[in-house]
Structure formats: structure tokens, C-alpha cells
């Protein structure tokens, strides 16, 4: 028997799973809360689960999305048979038996989800990897499993009997989170669930009793002794669950978003170097300072001569040299962010360059800053710093607050007289690719840019990173 094999079998032979899955349940709940509140603005019309087991998640995404087409599926035959039972004359419900490792369905899905099943995965990141590129451009995946720090008593309890337990190591959010595929931005993060069963005898029943019974290690003699182990002491008996939740949004078409350390850095300059040297396309969502200067979008186009076709217009633009936020108050105007209509764009086409306004804090409407557009686009990230000094303060900053959000940074393009000491210490602490250093070039035209484009890696490059 394979291992995929035992572990279907464990979920078929699991009966009374409903009465004894409470956590399961839990754990499904709180991920329909969340996916309720990362898609109340566009409601998903094809949903594929994975591991759906009984339905836990199955009836609460048919409750928040009553006319979408959900594709439920699941290893173990038998807990299909039990949700068909238990959704029964739902025409926009399929149910399939899969292995949620190895997907043998076509998308594209505006949602993939998944609750407690991907800790059974042998390598996730290939999952991931597979079940992202189902998804279509701009939806999200959603998923909750268990991460290190779960079933801690149970397995303090084989140490104490100087046995080794056979339950798995499960994986570290930091672990996780480095498993996102690189078409979009992904943010994991963590739970603590206390579940106090009865006894440790009534524990090893309700596991056998999910169906949750398969080990990749040797079960290990003097059970009797664990149990009267993890019984001692007058503390009621409790097993901690550390759930870890994932959101992944992927990006709505290939491409990178350039954002700088500061103001006046070289993001347009390090935009127009990278637009020629991919032959991509160029979108500024928010201009500011036209008073001033040309427009980004202006000067980017008399520095590489691109076609106005792919050159799209910004979502809105304003005259004063400010912020995007107080620009647009200066000009009694408000900016909605639900209102940035992303540009139409064929993604076989090439990639589009998104430069951004300023730095990653800079304010964009009230509660809205210029990283959380960047979330919403959730494409890679290009960091354009200064090379001179306090560039290493500057750039680890924002290299943290682009992290922190989940977002893939691509890389980091230095500007000024090559200095060698803060460029490694960036590398190195930062865990970054420096992906050019620009000189000083004067005139700064299109001859400049096209030398700057010469030391940038092909776009195949940044893709396959």
C-alpha cells in the first residue's frame, strides 16, 4: 500500500468523523470568515476545495456563495459519499476523488481552498505551485494547515517515556511562507487552537475516529505508558493545535512593481531600464508633481521610445508635488482605491512595469498606503535605493515592510557611485539579489537608458527566480 494509498484509507474508514472532528470544524469556520472578508468585493463563480472531507468548508462557502460553481474533491471516496449525503440536489456542487498534490483538472478557479488537508502533502511547494497555476490572474487561494507547535502535550508526553513520537513535524509559518509561488503575494500566519478531549485514551479514539491514522514513522511500543504520561498531573488533560492561515493572491498578469526607498531615487530611470530591456509595458496608477515636471509617464516614454499601445494611462493624476493622498486633497479631489481600474492587458503580450509614487509608506487615500496597492497587485517587487550612505538603513526597512505583507521582492536596483561595503551588507542582511547598480550618467536620455538596460538580467531570469 502506498503511502497516498493508507492515508485514503484511514479518511474512508472514518464514520463518525463529523460527531468527532471539532477542530476540523473550527479551523473551517474561521477560514470562511476569512475568505468572506478577502472576497466581499468580488464573489467567486468557480471554486475548487481541496480535501474537503465531510463538508465543513463545503456548506459554509455554499452559505457566503449560494450561486457559485464549487468543484469539492477528495482522496478518500468514502468522504465524498458522506458530503453527497449531506449535500444532496445541489446542482452547482461536484464532487471528485483527486489527490490535491497531483490536480488532474483544468481551470481557470477564482478560488482554491483548502482546510486541514495539505499537512498530509509529501512536498507543498510543488502543490502550491501546481494549484496557483489554476487559479485565474488576480484571484486568491485560501488555506489553513497545521504548522509546528501542534499536538506539543502529546509529544512532551512521549518524552517522558523516552519514546519517539510518530506524529509529523509540521512546518514553521517562516517555512511556509517561503513556499508561495512567485505569480503573486502570499502572507501566512498563525493560531492556537486548546482542544481538551475527555482523557489521552478518548484522544487516540477521536484520531481514529477522523480517520486520522497514517504515519510516515514507526509506531513505537508503550502507548499505556504515553497515555498515563500525558494524563499525570491535576491540570486537565488538553492537546494545543497551532493552525497556520494562507492568503495568496496572484498577480493579474506578469510583471514587476518599482518602488523606491525614497523620493527622487531613480525610479522612473530604473523603470525606463527595465521596460527596455524586457520590452515591457509601463503603467503609473498615481501621478503627482505634473506642475512641476513631465509626467513619470512622459519621461519614461521619451526614454525608451515606447509605443504608446503599452504605455497606459494612470488611474488619476494631479499637479502638486506631494503625496498622492494630499495631492489629490490640494486639488479638492479624493481618491477611491477600490477605483484603480487595473489596464487591460494581454499577459502573452510580455510584462508590464508598475512604477509606484515615492517610497512604500506613502500614503495613497486615508487608511490606504502605497503597499497595500502593491498587495493588491501582488507582483513582484523591484527596491530602487540610493548606493551612498544610509542606503543600508533605508533599504532593509523597506525591504522588512515589503515582507511583512507577503510580497515576493524580485530584487534590488542600486543608484549612485558604486560603493561595494553597502551593497553586500544589504545582500547579506537583507537575503536579497542586487539585480544592478546603476552609475552616475550624464545626459540622462535614451542612449543612457538603453547602456542601463544592458546590465539588467532578461526577464526569463526574474521568472525563473
Known sequence: MTRKDSIAAGFDSARNYEQAARIQRIAATELARRIAAGMRLHAPRRILEIGCGTGFLTRELRRLFPHAHITATDIAPGMLQRL????????????????????????????????LAMQWFADRKAALAALAGLLAPGRHMALATLCAGSFRQWRAAYRAVDRTCPMADYPPCATLQAEWPDCGAGLWD????????????????ELRAIGATHTDSPHT??????????????????????????????????????????????????????????????????????????????????????????????????????????????????????????????????PVVVEGAGGVFVPIAPDYLMIDLMARLALPVVLVARSTLGTINHTLLSLAALRARGLHVAGVILNGPP?????????????????????PMTPMGPEAVAQLATLLPPWRDIMQS
Open 190 to 205: 498563525e493560531a492556537e487552537l486548546i482542544d481538551t478531549p475527555a482523557s489521552p485514551l478518548a484522544f487516540v479514539r
Open 419 to 439: 560603493e561595494s561595503v553597502g551593497r553586500d551588507a544589504i545582500m547579506r542582511h537583507g537575503q536579497v539579489r542586487i539585480l544592478a547598480q546603476f552609475p
Open 84 to 115: 453527497a449525503h449531506r449535500m444532496p440536489d445541489d446542482g452547482q456542487l461536484v464532487l471528485r476523488r483527486m489527490d490535491g498534490e497531483a490536480p488532474d483538472l483544468t481551470g481557470p478557479f477564482d478560488l482554491i481552498c483548502s482546510s
Open 221 to 350: 511500543a508503550g502507548l499505556r505508558r504515553v497515555m498515563a504520561a500525558a494524563g499525570a498531573g491535576d491540570a486537565p488533560f488538553a492537546v494545543s493545535y497551532h493552525v497556520a492561515y494562507g492568503q495568496f493572491h496572484r498577480a493579474p498578469w506578469p510583471g514587476v512593481f518599482v518602488t523606491g526607498t525614497d523620493t527622487d531615487v531613480g525610479k522612473t530611470v530604473a523603470s525606463a531600464a527595465l521596460v527596455r530591456a524586457w520590452n515591457a509595458a509601463y503603467w503609473k496608477p498615481l501621478q503627482s508633481g505634473t506642475d512641476d515636471a513631465p509626467s513619470d509617464s512622459t519621461s519614461l516614454r521619451h526614454l525608451t521610445g515606447l509605443d504608446a499601445t503599452r504605455l497606459y494611462p494612470p488611474a488619476a493624476s494631479f499637479g502638486a508635488s506631494l503625496s498622492p493622498e494630499d495631492a489629490a486633497r490640494q486639488a479638492h479631489a479624493r481618491i477611491d482605491p477600490a477605483r484603480i481600474a487595473l489596464p487591460h492587458h494581454d499577459p502573452s503580450a510580455g
